[in-house]
């Protein structure tokens, strides 16, 4: 009997899942959540995210999530769970977000005093106190900087899998660098929020997964490795400051001492971390193409895997590495859960209303369309919030939900083509996706079979099955990822939502006025 522990530390709060590993048999045993707003006010984050003057500037704490990963793993030690069975453990974390180390907080890592809290000792060893986030869009100009040095937004893609990204790292590295050059000079060592956890669960300096570090523009895909003229084209000796990129089933060491002294942990292996995205990807079991998943979380994600990484020429997608050592293809919006929300809010509605909204309005809305970018869009690039609604009454409330429901789901369906799947099944995870009416929506505009799991937090759950994974390669026992993902991250059978063929017919037509409706004015970016 083996238990194997995924963390994710997303947006908004750092999960935890425990799974149980016994023959045939595999179970979640404990499950818990941390949201940062309720369980550390004192930072004062709204949805996890610090207040800032400047719209544009989304950041979060470093140390915020240091404290979290203690409450955490203090949590999981006392959960009753029998804590020496635990093999190993690794992570999930929000993508793009970077975290800048001082040489004495990259040394730091590696000797912790286990007396004292992570967050005490580790109060001076950022070079920037702030992590930006993936929602940030406030380094438009390094974009087009970057772009211009490497050739061009076709080039950039076709070499890292994306162009360049306002909330892709190495923007977010030489807005840095540009206006706080001394900063800059002391930052020794610059993580992603995944391989910074990593490194202070294993007490000391962690690699990155090509999954995660293909999220920064400066990986070369086909290499998983850095890409020198990107690194250059970003900031001076860059490459000084980067981890190393190891494959994502990597072990990268013990639980540091400081897990065993302080909360009575074993010395499990810590494997390497990779964003929640290519976790995702596991948690749902896409292990083989041909399926799409979409992830209804802060930010709505559509992503598939890919044997081969077949570049999105119109510049809105992203190939990114995938846990399995392939790839994966990914559309991201960031009108994600927050938009449905303020929808919900601006009617004074619960959950429970705005399903019975969804149930009550017809499928097309009578051709009533809205945008639904609150805050600034990644896909398409909508860099100033704007709420266009065309024949839609504001103070119609069902209407409203319907229309911000729809045109979620038709910007995920027509901004998906370009991974040239032929969709048939869909698999649904994050919170909404217990959403039925939801679902349904999203069956009828994909034409698609769309799929519930038992676990909702995939990305959680794709940490702990990739423990599993690297651990048993690591023991010289290598196991296929589809017996990895059977069972936990199956779709449950019972759990299918079917299209409504009159609704696709009403969806296959509003589709593409909806891509008229909703063209940005302006051309994408850079
Ligand atoms: C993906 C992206 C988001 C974050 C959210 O490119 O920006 O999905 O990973 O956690």
Redesign the pocket.
Known sequence: MALYVGLDC??QSLASIVIRVDGARREVVFAYALTFDEAFPEYGTHHGVLPSVDPRVQASSPRMWLEALERMMAAIARSGIELSDVVAISGSA???GSVYLTARGVARCSGFDASRSLAEQLEDAFARPLAPI?MDTSTREECAEISAALGGAGRVAARTGSRVFE?FTGPQIRRFFKRDPAGYETTARIHLVSSFLASILAGADAPLDPGDAS?MNLMDLARADWWPEALDATAPRLADRLPVIRPSATVIGTLAPYWRKRYGWPAAAVVAWS???PCSLIGTGLVEEGRLAV?L???D?VFGLMREPRVDTGGTG?VFGAPTGEFMG?T?FRNGSLARERVRDAYGYDWARFSEALRSTPPGNQGRLMTPWFEPE?TPDVSTPIVRRLDLDPADGPANVRAIVEAQMMAMANHSRWMGVDVQVIHATGGASTNRDVLQVMADVFGADVYQFSVENAACLGAALRAWHAHEAACGRPRPWTDIVRGLAEPVTESRVSPDTAAMRVYAELRTRYADFARPSGAPGN
């Open positions: 997303s947006t929000q993508q793009h993936w909330r999220g964003g929640d995205n992830s979380g802060t930010s994600t992203h990914l991201c990644i």
